[in-house]
């Protein structure tokens, strides 16, 4: 290591404290790679500020360190686009936001409640849930995800479809620009309008702009009746259909409207133990639906809505869960499909969004020329339909190697987003940009739209010293 | 006027057609005034352009004039802060939206309706209700108020409680950047994380990044059941213990829950007819609300959290509508607000927010200290108190001059805003910055979150020449 960085690392261990600046390799390598192992990097070290204001020191002691040193914030490390993941440039720091784990009182009667960047979405739902409320934000990997990559990601989940993404969930933001800058953005206030939406900025822009330190959270009362049901569908293009008879029936208490395909269901029967399927016969697909609300004939709503969807044959069978673990044992079936599609050898998993109108044409489409490609590749898509957001997964045909699958997928990859692109979609529903998917920005998000976005980038980070290479592609 | 001028205002009106571009200043006049007559400025021309497209080339040429040509986008006119009003620097061309007036089809499915920039708001409710959908979003001034405007200024009013305000109901935007580029961000994509939300940041800009053309608003399947009651209290701080009781049993049907003064309720019924004051006596404050949703059961939901707010002493009365009309007369003792304040004389209007919980405590503070400078002014606010937006609005002193009184009001206002500053509040919760309150934006929004507006109006608008003086004060 040069003089110049020894001498800087020193200066950031002063300021951090003990345990606050990680240099062993050993220490540092977890931070280096993303939890799927696709991607690898380097880092000098690993700051762990215990505060807000050791973590602006810190940041002012690089940007005036006369050499050149790269800033990459990392939350729980459970991102799928290596967004948080350093490069082998040589000169990333990783900022760690573990021991920044302080969780506010719930104020009730603002509905909101503080948390720091640190804290687990898992911890932050038990605090609200403790106090009588509910964090409306719910996604696969809340246990480690942490609220600062949940904003810098504006982390979706199935329970978007009726209280939004992040993005709609944050009352207020404190963050740090990477020049040490603090920045305040955490006044609760329903209205305001005095200036630009920088909190919505900051929100999505996967730690490209500001390191996000604290967050203020939008709670809800908790809803006291809840219910859930299966439906077995006769083809794709019901799912619209069914979809529309909730809204019309329960658009406002519409809760999760989650679909399943034929072959995920098949696959997660086949490949998880101890799942209960409660079909006499299969289905060529499914949809799993939840209503909550406070009113006492909710069971009415829901039964309406499904005996139109039936009479119509929009459905061909349903079962509502008359209990707890009815209804656990129905989300088990959707939840477990990532699961399913990991027993089952090489998948290759695209997050990907069309206008709701399309999900139809999308299955169709996609399915076709899929099979096309590859006649026996098993297509298993899942998902969040009601918000358009379709996980259309593919798995390794059974008798193939998981190694030439993966090398063959990119024509499969190519051929589904040709179609989603057709459809005025996007490639990243929830998961964001990263490293992984900046050379899809210009064809995607090109011309004007990604002209902004870099002069905006400019605009926050003149040097381009924070988390580089992450959501624009080189210019 | 000078002859380069002429020139680039002939090229204007051959780019856009008969009655595209207004120079008779007999025509010319009412764009350069806001409605209230606060401010007035002068214009080259007013563009009234058919289409985009139009649009487009003739910001081209404006760019391109080799002369200093600003560009103010205006909707209906009906901002309270000048923000669509040109300045005297004798280089304006306003933009006009009125002839942009297409409304496209609602999409029930998708839950999303295309319309113009210049399409009113209440244009666009009627659509959506002729579809048997909601567009929740109520202004005063919506039957003039155009979309455009109405998304440049993030509007809020009475249902922002429930369905946030317009940044929140905005599902697509399309623009036109100031140098003529387009800038179509329309896809319906209720997940899509591929960058920064160029979608968000323009809404409440107030046409200083851009000009927005079009838009794809979200509706709401329309509700069934309505509640309305009008709840007399005993004083300020009962105020925030209803909410919480609301919230308790009907937070998620909770549509309004707004606050009347004393004060404002006794001037509505002395200067405005026909109002029916449905209790036998006066009380310290009102609070109406409405509850929305398809339950059959909302009666008993409205009718056990009032139980509970009369057993608790909360409120001291209570009415509930009946019927439409008894609702209308309910909501009519509301509405009626700004026009008593206008009967009763001049009026200096505060459109401030504070965080839920400190509403009394501003309520108390700020009538205090405006009783301290002047004893027998009117203190008449009323408001959103469910988004801590109340209209802190101070009637004359029956015995005064309405100049005099207007001519010594300033310290009143600061008097006001000093304890909304100590609440961490804003001095605009609804109705923006505009050339009116940018004076305020160095101590209320200073530091690094003004550094970061002023890059991003960079990023936009390198030269400035797009609504100059709007939001941001002089650097």
Chains 1, 2 share one sequence.
């Not at 953005?185 to 822009?205: H, I, P």
Request: hydrophobic share 45%.
């Amino acid at each position: 290591m040069p003089d110049n960085q020894a001498a800087v690392l020193s200066r950031l261990a002063d300021c951090l404290g003990p345990g606050g600046l990680l240099t062993d390799p050993d220490q540092i390598a977890p931070y280096c790679r993303d939890w799927r192992s696709l991607f690898h990097g380097t880092a000098l070290a690993v700051m762990r500020p215990a505060d807000a204001t050791a973590l602006s020191e810190a940041l002012r002691i690089c940007a005036a360190a006369g050499i050149r040193i790269d800033i990459v914030p990392q939350g729980g490390n459970t991102g799928l686009c290596g967004g948080a993941t350093p490069s082998g440039s040589g000169v990333n720091i990783v900022v760690s936001f573990a021991r920044m784990n302080t969780i506010g009182e719930v104020d009730a009667t603002d509905g909101t409640m503080i948390v720091d960047a640190g804290v687990t979405l898992a911890a932050a739902q038990d605090a609200a849930a403790a106090a009588g409320m509910v964090l409306p934000l719910s996604i696969a990997a809340e246990g480690s995800a942490q609220i600062g990559g949940v904003l810098a990601t504006n982390a979706g989940g199935s329970k978007a479809l009726r209280y939004g993404s992040a993005r709609e969930l944050v009352a207020g933001i404190e963050a740090i620009c990477v020049d040490g800058t603090p920045l305040n953005l955490l006044r609760s206030l329903r209205k305001d309008n005095t200036g630009y939406a920088l909190r919505q900025l900051l929100v999505g822009s996967e730690g490209t702009l500001a390191l996000i330190t604290r967050a203020r959270l939008k709670l809800r009362p908790a809803l006291t009746a809840r219910e859930i049901a299966l439906c077995a569908l006769p083809d794709d293009a019901s799912v619209l259909r069914l979809f529309r008879i909730f809204q019309q029936h329960a658009g406002d208490v519409l809760e999760a409207f989650e679909y399943i395909s034929g072959v995920a269901m098949d696959l997660a029967l086949t490949e998880v133990e101890g799942l209960n399927f409660p079909f006499s016969e299969r289905a060529p697909c499914y949809v799993l639906l939840e209503l909550a609300s406070r009113q006492k004939d909710l069971r009415d709503t829901l039964e309406a809505a499904l005996e139109e969807a039936l009479e119509t044959e929009t459905v061909v069978d349903a079962v509502l869960a008359e209990n707890m673990t009815q209804a656990e044992a129905l989300w088990r079936l959707r939840e477990e499909q990532s699961e399913a599609q990991r027993l089952a050898g090489a998948s290759i998993k695209h997050d990907i969004s069309v206008p709701v109108p399309a999900v139809p044409t999308l299955l169709t489409q996609a399915t076709a020329a899929c099979a096309a490609i590859m006649p026996d590749v098993r297509i298993a898509p899942f998902g969040h339909v009601g918000d358009g957001n379709i996980h259309f997964n593919l798995v390794q045909p059974a008798e193939m190697e998981g190694a030439t699958f993966l090398r063959d997928g990119k024509a499969l990859t190519d051929a589904i987003h040709r179609v989603v692109h057709d459809l005025d979609g996007s490639f990243s529903a929830e998961h964001g940009v990263g490293q992984l998917k900046t050379d899809m920005m210009e064809t995607w998000r090109g011309g004007a739209e990604l002209a902004l976005m870099r002069r905006i980038k400019e605009a926050f980070d003149p040097a381009g010293r924070l988390n580089p290479g992450k959501v624009l592609p080189p210019a």
